[in-house]
């Protein structure tokens, strides 16, 4: 069989390989990328396969966390044809009286919004927005860069006595169930907080689940919800084509079977079909940590402790998504002024906390919390005039035990349980907009199932490589005593969503991963092999598995 050879061989054309990819070869290094799809970007892709005239974002769709990172934004992708488009309104969560909790760009407008909603509210938020003014630069710093954030943790602590101090950090440690309440009247801000909330799988009655719903509501106010003009595979686009123009290589439909380990270090990869490209410097794997450790490095040839550590790697929720094509907009029975890309479809924060719960329980959630994408309100260019194309995505068990609704969901996500759930999402959306089943052309439910075949390392379902509790972040993900792109085996680093920091698309476990790469003194490398040696890690014979 053929073989080729690298400096750095990346794993996956996700957007984490294609940063890491283009960090690397910023440096000069030969850097190919493999990607099993035939196509880039992994969970950042569109198509037209709902319905011809309609472009549907297949997995993810609005990107904050990408708007607000350094990272994508050092790389210049608006010169090489990304084009960001914003909705009139960032987010709107409608209540069962008619009555809406809105999210604007503009502070005032938002703070409108809240002052209707409780007296007082409106001056409260400016205060929050801005204390976050002062301490969201330097937090989200600290949140994604590699651990311990030394430089942007100082930035924290040198912040924080503007902000309340201790007053503050308690406010980041509460769960977003009742971070809402603190110093407001109406329902306003803590709909938002929890909503936002629910795109993690933190349970919004849990610690941590506060800073994700403040993360993403503030994020919403001062960046937006922007999407990519054209569909969400014209952000993979950009990232692509910056790549080549410096040289590198992306191949598609290039399924890597195994990391090829000599001594105890990654030296490469074997592709199916048996073509080996070799790696001179490094093997960056923007793969999902059960699938890396195990599968394509079998367990008998990863070092013991990884192996233990790795039985208790939690996934994320799963998650089923419905699409569909709309011949005119949303029938929303009572509309707000200016139409949102994002809705979040719950009558409170009590059944947002319940729909958590339920799932934390196993249980396929009766009412479940629904994320909900307007993307022709948000891109004009995504279906013809007058027409919406709109999704909805809720988070469903892993392992259920039991369905908390009519008891007519097995968990088996076959497609009698895909249309039930989809019915049961479709009334929830019904329940706010009653004539939405006379726009539908076409409709499209994608499962579990679905979408791991779609992208390999949505295992499950699970969008954020795993659980974004407390328990799995930082210093402890993917496994305790990590928190860094470096791994247990020599030349091999981690560069996807179970890496430190997490899920969302912000490009941060692949610039960590580069940066790990390039960190690497020449000598340690020339030397790992022999301390793996010595250490008594040498790679063992393989012996045969049964399939997967």
């Given at each position: ?111 409108a919004s809240m002052e209707a909603l409780g007296a007082g509210d409106g ?120 790549f080549t123009a410096l040289g590198g290589e992306v191949r598609c439909s ?58 208790s790697f939690e996934l994320d929720p799963g998650t089923v998504k419905v ?226």
């Amino acid at each position: 069989m053929a073989t080729t050879e690298h400096d750095v061989v990346v794993v996956g054309a996700g957007p984490n390989g294609l940063v890491a990819a283009n960090l690397l070869a910023d440096k000069g290094l030969d850097v190919v990328v493999l990607e099993a799809q035939p196509e880039v970007g992994g969970a950042v892709r569109s198509a037209r396969d709902v319905h011809p005239d309609y472009v549907h974002d297949t997995f993810s769709s609005f990107y904050p966390l990408a708007a607000a990172s350094g990272v994508m934004g050092g790389l210049g992708l608006e010169h090489h044809g990304l084009v960001w488009s914003h909705a009139p309104a960032v987010l709107g969560h409608p209540l069962p009286d008619g009555s809406w909790a809105m999210l604007h760009r503009d502070v005032d407008r938002t703070a409108a919004s809240m002052e209707a909603l409780g007296a007082g509210d409106g001056d409260r938020w400016r205060t929050w927005v801005e204390d976050w003014g002062r301490i969201g630069g330097p937090l989200v710093d600290a949140l994604t860069t590699p651990f311990p954030p030394i430089r942007a943790g100082a930035r924290v602590l040198a912040a924080l006595p503007g902000v309340g101090g201790m007053d503050y950090v308690r406010r980041l440690l509460e769960p977003a169930s009742v971070l809402g309440r603190d110093g407001f009247g109406g329902p306003g801000p803590a709909l938002l907080f929890a909503g936002n909330a629910g795109h993690a799988d933190i349970p919004t009655d849990a610690t941590g689940s506060g800073l994700m719903g403040l993360l993403m509501t503030m994020l919403g106010q001062t960046v937006g919800f922007p999407v990519p003009r054209g569909g969400a595979g014209e952000l993979a686009a950009a990232l692509t084509r910056r790549f080549t123009a410096l040289g590198g290589e992306v191949r598609c439909s290039a399924r890597v079977d195994r990391v090829l380990l000599r001594d105890g270090r990654a030296v490469g990869v074997r592709v199916e079909g048996g073509e080996t490209v070799q790696a001179r410097r490094a093997v960056v794997a923007d793969v999902v940590a059960p699938v890396l450790y195990g599968d394509l490095i079998p367990d008998d040839e990863l070092p013991a402790r990884l192996r233990r550590r790795m039985r208790s790697f939690e996934l994320d929720p799963g998650t089923v998504k419905v699409d569909w094509a709309l011949d005119g907009p949303v029938p929303w029975a009572s509309a707000p002024e200016t139409a949102p890309g994002t809705i979040h479809l719950a009558d409170s924060v009590t059944a947002i906390t319940e729909a958590t719960s339920q799932i934390t329980s196993h249980a396929v959630p009766a009412e479940p919390l629904l994320i909900v994408g307007q993307m022709t309100t948000a891109d004009a260019t995504r279906s013809p005039a007058g027409t919406e194309a709109l999704w909805a995505y809720a988070h469903v068990p892993q392992d259920v035990r039991h369905d908390a609704g009519d008891g007519g969901i097995t968990g088996r996500w076959d497609r009698d349980d895909l249309e039930r759930f989809a019915d049961r999402m479709q009334r929830r959306l019904e329940a706010y907009a009653p004539d939405l089943a006379s726009r539908v052309v076409a409709r499209r439910v994608l499962g579990p199932r679905e979408l791991e075949e779609r992208d390999a390392n949505l295992v499950g379902g699970a969008i954020n490589g795993g659980t974004s509790a407390i328990h799995q972040q930082l210093v402890f993900r993917p496994v305790p005593g990590n928190g860094r792109a470096t791994t247990p085996v020599p030349g091999l680093f981690l560069a996807s969503a179970s890496a430190h920091p997490g899920g969302g698309v912000h490009g941060a476990p692949g610039a960590n991963a580069a940066r790990a790469v390039l960190a690497e003194p020449a000598l340690l490398r020339r030397t790992r092999p022999l301390v793996a040696r010595l250490r008594g890690t040498r790679t063992h014979r393989r012996t045969p598995r049964s399939p997967r």
